[in-house]
């Protein structure tokens, strides 16, 4: 692949003893008698001035080719700087750059600054370009100047390609458990399966649970195309910010944008929950364990990110450390995307709507429904929205208008009905992530017949849980007032924050919690933190206050901490305050694939009871799981609590199965590499992220999100020399894709030699080819190549005469690989 020898390469030719100067090859000066010196042989003596060499170039750490260049040990200059210039992606000006790189160019001993601040080497101006020479690796770095190079769009108005008339299909398979002393045991197992082939694909769920047994959610039919999409079967229409999303069985049709960079989505109702003491909370949409997490006293706000799009009611049942329980119920909604900038999104769906009972997953009902969205977007800031849903039994309306703006997302809508119903909603949240961050929902609903205002499921096979009986609760809410909202400011080491919530419903006492909390880090050397804490809530079953200070020893993978907290009220029977002394561990490992493995473990002593916590989580190959345990001891009054999480994905594509993935999505990329077993790693990085770790002969699987295109290429760890290609895939995900990324590798070796024919005489200014690397001889045979040990070589002399060499490198790691003479046979 290159026509000239490193001035590096010339002390591993030197006979033993001898000392040779590798910047200048001249001979080395006197020295005292004990030392050997010797002079370049002969027949390297012209090595230091320029030569002509055929070096690999990267740009941004991507091969972009190789290249001839007339290269010294100080400088170089590239033979073809318009090719060069050519193979540069997203260039503005080629023009301008193949004039820079048709110049002498420093070599730079450095890689060029990445920054203003960088301490590096800087490339002298106008700063167009310059480069970094690698000779060990033969190797040139390329350096543009970002005012030259294109802002990549990702795609404006563009659509996805459509996948390939494959079939492909993931499937999703889930399992939670929780329960302890004194109460049954709750467990939903889910299953969520995508099914495609080119455009069109097959989505189902359905789910067993303890309290609904076997539930139907969704067996649709969709189909993809530009800027729409079709539905037909089982499932779920749009509701609105107030009205909740219905089952139905019918026919749906809408916009879809799903490829558009200029999505943006709202954020979810803020869920504040106030806890007097540390909890378990368990999460449950429409009957289905959804989730379960251990959270510390104080005003909590529940993660929402996992919950699904729509507007629903959920139940939060809480079991404290002192074994009270109780159940809260919270109306909650994502508000569907909004519509491009200068387009319009709309949505409609008929059908009937769908229930069930006992013994049946599925029912269809005789009450027909009709629901219609439509909404538009007026220039970046301002969006509105407005949606119709129709019964037998009424119409109701609701419309919308949302304002975006760079530090602020609010929105206001208003509902109304053919029978007199009425709603308010306004929401307010932070759009950056700056010191101060807010968020605000208030809601109000009225129905006039004091009845749900479109009719909802009436399931017979509802249990008792933790001593409250649940029910069609939609059908109890339709009149109610909520309102949610917290506030945080970073002060330096210090957050000070501000959350409550407040929700009354017709019949029945408000219920609220509202409160100042603060964390304050008040010393901070090394791996050692001392902080504080302390909230307040003034709530509808009492105040509360809570105090404490925490020790924190941190290391890279392993924290122990140590607190002492003080509490009083909370509706609790003590007086005064109530001190607890807490000592807690975490520690955080990868497996081999690179995934989490995270397990952490509480002892906290009160008056009266001991409660011991362990908790562990890991995201591996096979898929995740993850548990907690909860132990209290007190006399005459121990109990346990705990919960237990597993997910997987099976994922088919290509005629092949596969079982496992450390996430679990709607779409999956495998990456198989294939090459000679051994100890070599190789990273898989996507959208320039490292997503997995491999060796050849394995294959590795990125559960990533549907109607995304990706970046997906390989880098090798270590120093050894691999040949592969380095180019970066793109790939475009759809839901049910199962996409498959082959790439080969081999190993390779920096070698040098001199061609000879039969009768032993050099090969002068020979063209060298092999697999895929090209190379050339000097005026003395002499050549570098990156290839194969075992590489077959095909050259072409001067005179017009063909011979092919077998080179028979030792495969060892090294800078160089001396060959010596090499023969060429015709």
């Known amino acids: 692949m290159h026509a000239a020898l490193a001035p590096a390469a010339l002390a591993l030719l030197a006979p033993p003893g001898d000392v040779v100067n590798a910047v200048d090859a001249t001979p080395v000066a006197a020295a005292p008698a004990s030392a050997v010196t010797a002079g370049m042989p002969a027949e390297f003596v012209d090595l230091d001035r320029k030569r002509i060499a055929v070096l690999d170039v990267f740009f941004g750490d991507r091969r972009i080719g190789q290249f001839e260049v007339e290269a010294d040990p100080s400088a170089l200059r ?15 000006d080629r023009q301008s750059v193949a004039i820079a790189l048709g110049g002498t160019l420093p070599a730079h001993a450095a890689r060029p600054c990445a920054s203003p601040a960088a301490a590096c080497d800087r490339p ?44 492909t299909a993931v499937d999703t398979l889930g399992l939670a458990i929780a329960g302890g002393s004194g109460q049954p045991r709750a467990y939903t197992l889910r299953n969520r399966l995508v099914a ?8 189902a769920e359905m789910a067993t649970s303890t309290f609904r047994g076997l539930d139907l959610d969704t067996l649709a039919a969709q189909v993809d195309r530009p800027g729409r999409r079709y539905a037909a079967g089982l499932f779920y229409a749009p509701g609105t910010d107030l009205v909740g999303r219905r089952r139905i069985v019918g026919l749906g049709v809408g916009s879809q944008f799903d490829t558009r960079v200029d999505r943006a989505s709202m954020t979810g109702t803020p869920l504040i929950l106030f806890l007097d003491r540390r ?23 529940l993660d929402t990110t996992n919950l699904p799009d729509g507007s629903y009611m959920i139940e939060l049942h809480i079991r404290d450390a002192g074994g009270a329980r109780r159940v809260e119920r919270r109306f909650f909604t994502k508000n569907p995307t909004l519509a491009p900038v200068g387009g319009h999104r709309f949505h409609a769906e008929l059908g009937w709507l769908a229930t069930a009972r006992q013994g049946v997953p599925v029912m269809i009902t005789p009450t027909p429904i009709l629901n219609v969205g439509l909404a538009g977007r007026r220039g970046p800031h301002l969006a509105w929205d407005a949606a119709t849903i129709a019964t037998d039994r009424k119409i109701l309306a609701e419309v919308g208008a949302t304002l975006v703006t760079s530090v602020a997302q ?78 945080s400011a970073y002060l330096g080491r210090a957050q000070l924050g501000l959350s409550g919530y407040y929700r009354r419903d017709r019949a029945g006492r408000p219920s609220y919690a509202v409160g100042p909390g603060l964390r304050w880090t008040m010393l901070e050397r090394d791996r050692f933190r001392l902080g504080c804490t302390g909230d307040y809530a003034a709530t509808d079953r009492g105040d509360s206050i809570a105090v404490g200070v925490q020790f924190q020893l941190l290391g890279a993978r392993s924290q122990i901490s140590a607190a002492v907290r003080s509490q009083s009220g909370g509706g609790t029977a003590s007086r005064g305050m109530e001190q607890a002394v807490e000592l807690g561990a975490s520690v955080q490992r990868e497996d081999r694939s690179g995934g989490p493995l995270n397990a952490a473990a509480l002892v906290q002593h009160r008056p009266g009871a001991t409660v011991l916590q362990a908790s562990a989580d ?21 109990s346990r609590q705990y919960g237990l999480s597993l997910q997987t994905t099976l994922g088919w594509g290509g005629g092949r199965l596969h079982v496992g993935s450390r996430e679990q999505t709607d779409s999956v990329i495998a990456v198989q590499l294939r090459g000679p077993k051994g100890s070599a790693r190789f990273e898989i990085l996507v959208d320039d992220a490292v997503r997995g770790m491999l060796r050849p002969g394995e294959r590795a699987v990125i559960a990533v999100q549907p109607y995304r295109r990706y970046a997906v290429r390989l880098r090798a760890v270590g120093d050894q020399l691999w040949t592969f290609d380095t180019r970066t895939r793109r790939v475009d995900m759809h839901p049910g894709s199962y ?19 039969p009768a032993g005489a050099p090969i002068r200014s020979g063209d060298i080819t092999t697999h895929d690397a090209i190379a050339a001889t000097d005026d003395h045979g002499y050549f570098q190549i990156q290839a194969p040990g075992d590489a077959v070589l095909t050259v072409h002399a001067a005179d017009g005469a063909t011979c092919t060499a077998t080179l028979d490198a030792p495969g060892r790691a090294a800078p160089f690989t001396a060959l010596g003479d090499v023969p060429c046979r015709p």
Do not use: C, K
């Open 124 to 167: 002298p101006p106008p700063g167009i370009a310059s480069i970094v020479y690698d000779p060990a690796r033969f190797r040139i770095d390329l350096q543009v100047n970002p005012r030259l190079l294109r802002v990549r769009d990702g795609g404006g108005a563009e659509f996805l390609a459509p996948p390939a008339p494959a079939l």
């Open 618 to 638: 890991a995201r591996g190959a096979a898929g995740y799981a993850g548990g907690t345990l909860v132990q209290r001891l007190a006399d005459g009054a121990d």
């Open 410 to 487: 609010g929105r206001v809508g208003l509902l109304g009905s053919s029978r007199g119903d009425r709603g308010l909603v306004i929401q307010l949240n932070s759009t950056n992530a700056g010191w101060l961050n807010y968020g605000f929902d208030l809601r109000h609903v009225r129905s006039a017949d004091h009845r749900a205002m479109i009719p909802v499921e009436d399931d017979g096979r509802w249990r008792p849980i933790a001593g409250v009986v649940t029910g069609p609760f939609l059908d109890r809410s339709a009149n109610y007032v909520q309102a949610t909202g917290s506030v």
């Open 739 to 757: 996409t498959t990324l082959d790439w080969s590798v081999r190993p390779v070796l920096a070698m040098f030699g001199r061609l000879v024919d």
């Open 279 to 301: 909890a378990q909370v368990d999460t449950y949409v429409q009957g289905r364990l959804v989730g379960s997490q251990a959270l510390e006293s104080g005003n909590q706000r």
């Open 78 to 92: 590239f033979l073809h700087p318009d090719a060069v210039a050519a193979a540069i992606p997203d260039l503005l």
């Open 196 to 203: 495609g082939f080119g455009q069109a694909r097959l989505v």
